[in-house]
């Protein structure tokens, strides 16, 4: 399938705004939009893994969109591995640009990049985020529920902390279809760490989480020393599976 792609220039909270669209180049065959899966990409934020992810998706019959969540300190920072291996200083970039989100202002780069990337106001949505994209995956959800259709989460963080609106907090009233999978070796947000947020969500039958032995946080990406095949694939699958029937519910 031909993939399209182009970089929609916007802004979000005063700031210029980058805004990367992926989809199907011939229209669906019913006329109408493909139906559009919104990406919170990880700390390395935009880089070569997440652009072939992304095309990948769109393969499936998506409308991609990637928000720069960095754009409020330049723009397209993105962070390869081997580029950080050469060069340690531009981790330390990473982990600056990292700890500068926030949640409002995360949500607010989802509403801009959606709007400038052509999709009405009234359509259905996926959200799909990797590592801290995890906890802007689980706000548009319980943001939006009457629009997003399904949210899926690889190798999360920050699902549960001491702060008021931690999102352990409320999980247990999250009403969106959600998929999450983590591995036990993952040594930068443990199963620990999120197991307050695991627990509040484990009576809902409309959440699925999946523990991966032996895997590291990352196992996504296989430009990453932590990539494993078998989690990167039974997560792509239980995630297009969960979007898939999602929309098609809906």
Not at 126 to 144: D, K, P, Q
Not at 198 to 208: G, K, M, R
Request: proline share 7%; aromatic share 8%; net charge negative.
């Amino acid at each position: 399938m031909a993939i399209t792609e182009e970089i929609v220039e916007t802004t979000s909270d005063g700031e210029p705004m980058a805004v990367i669209v992926k989809q199907p180049a011939d229209a669906p065959q019913d006329g109408g939009d493909w139906p559009t899966v919104a990406i919170f990409h990880d700390a390395p934020a935009i880089r070569s893994a997440l652009h072939i992810y992304a095309t990948a998706l769109a393969n499936e019959g998506y409308k991609v969109v990637i928000p720069d969540l960095y754009h409020r300190h330049g723009r397209m920072e993105g962070f390869d591995p081997a580029a950080m291996k050469e060069n340690p200083e531009l981790g330390n970039r990473m982990v600056e640009l990292l700890y500068s989100l926030t949640d409002d202002g995360i949500q607010n780069d989802l509403d801009a990049g959606l709007e400038a990337a052509g999709v009405p106001a009234d359509a259905p949505i996926a959200v799909l985020g990797f590592c801290l994209g995890s906890r802007a995956v689980y706000r548009s959800m319980m943001r939006m529920p009457e629009r997003v259709v399904a949210g899926a989460a690889s190798h999360p963080s920050f699902m549960a902390d001491d702060e008021p609106d931690s999102p352990h907090l409320t999980a247990a009233e999250l009403t969106v279809p959600f998929y999450m999978g983590i591995g036990t070796a993952d040594e930068v947000q443990s199963i620990a760490m999120h197991q307050p947020f695991f627990d509040a969500v484990e009576p809902l039958d409309h959440v699925e989480l999946v523990i991966f032995d032996g895997v590291d946080h990352g196992y996504t990406w296989p430009d990453s020393s932590s990539y494993s095949q078998i989690a990167a694939e039974t997560s792509w699958a239980k995630t297009t599976k969960l979007f898939r029937e999602s929309f098609a519910a809906r």
